[in-house]
């Protein structure tokens, strides 16, 4: 791949798939940069849900990393 394309994904390259949610940015910021370092990828934008408790900031992530932790060779 070209470096341009770091963050395109195509579906058979994403693995894994999780959403991080925290009520605060700052929270939100230090959990995507522990999944940063451990092989994850942000996808898409991040979002606001309105949750009765209040407003979620989220963080799609993906992996290309299977679940063994084996590479996938893409």
Not at 35 to 41: F, I, K, N, R
Not at 43 to 66: E, N, W
Request: include cysteine; proline fraction near 7%; charge should be positive.
């Amino acid at each position: 791949r070209k470096s341009s394309d770091l963050n395109t994904f195509m579906a058979d390259d994403i693995k894994r798939y999780k959403t991080i949610h925290h009520t605060n940015h700052k929270d939100l910021d230090e959990a995507v940069t522990k999944s940063l370092a451990s092989g994850w990828q942000p996808f898409g934008s991040p979002y606001i849900v309105t949750d009765p408790q209040g407003p979620m900031i989220c963080q799609a992530m993906v992996s290309t990393i299977g679940p063994m932790g084996a590479m996938t060779g893409k």
